[in-house]
């Protein structure tokens, strides 16, 4: 029989009980031991979860209090001498600060490490930093403490850790320039360490991720492959290599011939490496084939999944693994727990209990094809791709027609920047260094109360608009009052800046608990794109009038881009993505035009998630960039020259695709650089960037309040490489998950920092 296994379990909790128990701590009103029970409880029932759905062998070390990469920092003991404690050992306190930021404590004064996305994901993790006399040692025994809980609990485990390959290439040098890679051999000792105290808790099997090796590697990262593998294979514990989010393609050889006994590759990504991995692979190695996938909510066609597995297991026989594309931290938890779901779209979901039980019926259908279970589930995913695939909600010709009737001249604005920005700037009469937020601000315990009741029925659509009308008012009165030059109506009316467009759209489903982790406490709850889509009515015009109605400065309008709004929703698989962003930029365009005839003049059209829906593979790269930016173009065009268009991207290393966000020509772009220490701007030094843009000055995820002098140096390092009259001032990302004191403290060191320059520069 081949053995039903997980890569990772999401760590949140069915209810979110981790973000709730992290931000309880934080405030005070939870003490260390009351946290750590929280997540023993969780492991405890996940570990239960996917014993109970099947799973043989299940994943320790997947759990993280903050981020699974920053675990591994502190595993490592690779924590920046300004988080670095007086007595040298760390502590959750250490841990918190490093994904967080501190001010004034223990730990003394310390921006927060960088976050980036995890590979394509929206998942973040926190960039490791390494100096050139780097020192690793074992400092964190978390991995150690719960794989003797999961022990002690009677589970069957296979602790999960990052490879040292990857490790080190989702690091960053910092200080003296050297090249990273000259630190594996002092990092590939621990590893050794690691497996000799897991081997001697009972452990056999380690899972190693390894999955830079479905990314264009240079040679001599290639080469270090074969040269750490080599002393790793000496270590105890048998070793599963895994790889996600891809096909191995060139590095295939590579990865099947390195000294580990198992492999795992994704066959949902990469379908086609399967032929070629199964003649490739040593007649000693276990493969295990990543059918089910981990990071959307469809159910599995389990028909056409057997019939790789079948095959494999004439070739391999008890060396056949099965399981999820990746770890599930990507999926939510329980599809159980939805009962408000209409039947139908139900029956096409899965979450990640689901999936747990979708690898294991397979392994199990592999030897015991009559099995009446195997039987049963088989027959149900028969009924539900046909159901699916007949069903007439999904396809709309009317969205279709409009969608084929696209010419070149829809995405593309009237004249060139050049011309446009002239008559912007005659008409919007800013000052130098004009001083905006990103759009949101603080979504407060009144605001969320009241969209509660309102979706409880408890508050009328009226009173329910008072009350927003009211949370407008105090945003409006409060910008005013701290000079900012554009103002935003904050977004009080919105739940999220995705889920709020979705509800409007037609097209779009709705989960209660399809919760996942975007980073540290932050959960999202993704809509699920099941249809063609297309907007019924206007979806932000009346609150954006009545701000402007409020204020003689000049408003923004707030829109989700076309690329956002799919890749942070649970995409359709039975069309490309890039019709369905097409369908998204007709339906944004219809409301950026019905913005500009209600006399809005400046719409911005966040495109947070332009760089994660980058290709891993470079030879991908220009197909999606290509349609990426004309969906942006498409949906941004329709509007006169006068009418100024804003785009905003958060936490992306995107210095790569400069060029196509220039292609995008947006009028004004804010970018996040504070955490980065404007590093993202060291793309202008090589590509003159030919619009506007606001490079944000402080890191709203932290919650320290920079001052006045930091800000400056951080707009003084930016009119380096950006002419003056073309900088914006803003904070890094929206103020929604911030308070209002240090929301409004940050915003007058802000103004203050763009007053300053002004003088400098008048």
Not at 65 to 94: C, N
Not at 195 to 224: H, M, S, T, Y
Not at 418 to 446: N, V, Y
Not at 551 to 577: H, I, Q, Y
Request: overall charge negative; aromatic content about 8%.
């Amino acid at each position: 029989m081949a053995l039903a296994h997980s890569l990772g379990f999401p760590r949140i909790g069915r209810d979110r009980e981790l973000k709730k128990a992290q931000e309880a701590f934080w405030k005070g009103e939870l003490n260390e031991a009351g946290l750590r029970d929280v997540g023993r409880e969780l492991r405890k029932v996940h570990w239960d979860l996917q014993k109970n759905a099947g799973i043989d062998l299940l994943p320790v070390g997947d759990f993280a209090w903050y981020d699974q990469v920053l675990s591994h920092s502190l595993m490592f003991g690779v924590i920046p001498e300004r988080f670095r404690p007086h007595d040298g050992k760390a502590t959750l306190q250490t841990l918190f600060s490093m994904a967080r930021g501190v001010s004034n404590t223990c730990c003394g004064e310390g921006h927060a490490q960088e976050m980036t996305k995890w590979f394509d994901t929206n998942y973040h993790y926190l960039v490791p930093e390494f100096s050139v006399d780097q020192h690793f040692h074992l400092g964190w025994e978390q991995l150690f403490e719960e794989t003797e809980e999961a022990r002690a609990l009677g589970h069957n485990v296979k602790p999960v850790i990052l490879g040292p390959l990857t490790y080190l290439w989702l690091g960053k040098t910092k200080g003296a320039d050297f090249d990273k890679l000259d630190l594996l051999d002092r990092l590939l000792p621990l590893y050794g360490q690691i497996f000799a105290r897991l081997a001697a808790l009972g452990v056999e099997w380690v899972q190693i991720d390894e999955p830079i090796l479905v990314l264009d590697l240079p040679q001599d990262w290639k080469n270090a492959f074969e040269r750490a593998y080599n002393q790793i294979q000496r270590d105890p514990l048998k070793k599963l290599l895994a790889t996600y989010f891809g096909g191995l393609e060139e590095n295939l050889g590579l990865a099947a011939n390195l000294p580990v006994d198992g492999l795992h590759i994704d066959l949902v990504r990469a379908p086609d490496q399967y032929p070629t991995i199964l003649d490739r692979l040593p007649t000693y190695k276990v493969l295990s084939l990543g059918v089910v996938n981990g990071r959307n909510v469809w159910r599995c066609d389990l028909q056409n999944a057997l019939a790789t597995l079948r095959h494999a297991h004439e070739r391999l026989g008890d060396r056949l693994w099965v399981a999820p594309s990746c770890s599930l931290l990507h999926s939510p938890v329980d599809l159980g727990r939805e009962d408000q779901l209409d039947a139908e779209l139900k029956s096409w979901l899965a979450f990640a209990v689901q999936k747990c039980e979708e690898v294991a019926v397979l392994a199990q259908a592999v030897s015991e094809p009559e099995a009446p279970q195997v039987l049963r589930a088989l027959a149900q995913s028969r009924s539900v791709q046909t159901s699916r695939a007949a069903s007439p909600r999904i396809h709309k010709p009317e969205v279709q027609t409009r969608v084929a009737a696209i010419t070149a001249r829809d995405a593309q604005r009237q004249s060139p920047f050049a011309q446009r920005i002239a008559k912007q700037r005659g008409k919007l009469d800013l000052p130098l260094f004009p001083t905006t937020t990103i759009g949101s601000f603080p979504q407060t315990a009144a605001i969320r109360l009241a969209r509660q009741a309102y979706k409880q029925g408890k508050l009328s659509a009226a009173d329910y608009t008072d009350a927003m009308h009211t949370e407008i008012r105090h945003a409006v009165e409060i910008q005013e009052r701290l000079g900012l030059d554009v103002l935003v109506h904050g977004e009080a009316e919105r739940n999220d800046m995705v889920e709020y467009f979705a509800e409007q759209l037609d097209g779009y489903v709705f989960t209660r608990f399809g919760w996942v982790q975007s980073y540290g406490s932050r959960c999202v709850k993704p809509a699920v794109i099941f249809g063609d889509l297309s907007r019924p009515q206007a979806m932000t015009v009346e609150w954006i009038r009545y701000a402007q109605g409020l204020t003689n400065k000049v408003m923004e309008g707030m829109l989700t881009g076309p690329v956002t709004m799919l890749m942070w929703s649970f995409a359709r698989e039975d069309v490309s993505r890039e019709v369905q962003a097409r369908q998204l930029a007709l339906a944004i365009r219809d409301d950026v035009n019905d913005l500009e005839a209600a006399g809005i003049k400046i719409v911005q059209i966040d495109e947070a998630a332009f760089r994660e829906g980058l290709p891993l593979r470079r030879a991908q790269w220009p197909a999606y960039l290509e349609w990426a930016s004309a969906a942006f173009r498409l949906c941004a065009s329709g509007v006169r020259d006068e009418t100024q268009i804003h785009t905003h991207m958060c936490y992306s290393e995107f210095n790569d695709v400069i060029e196509s966000i220039a292609a995008m020509d947006a009028d004004v772009i804010t970018i996040e650089t504070s955490r980065s220490d404007m590093e993202l701007l060291e793309a202008f030094e090589a590509f003159a960037y030919p619009n506007d843009i606001g490079p944000g000055v402080y890191d709203i995820h932290s919650p320290r309040i920079p001052d006045v002098t930091e800000m400056v140096g951080l707009l003084r390092k930016a009119a380096e490489r950006i002419p003056v009259e073309r900088l914006w001032v803003n904070p890094d990302c929206g103020l929604k998950t911030r308070g209002w004191p240090e929301t409004e403290a940050a915003l007058v060191h802000m103004v203050s920092a763009a007053r300053q320059l002004r003088k400098e520069w008048a």
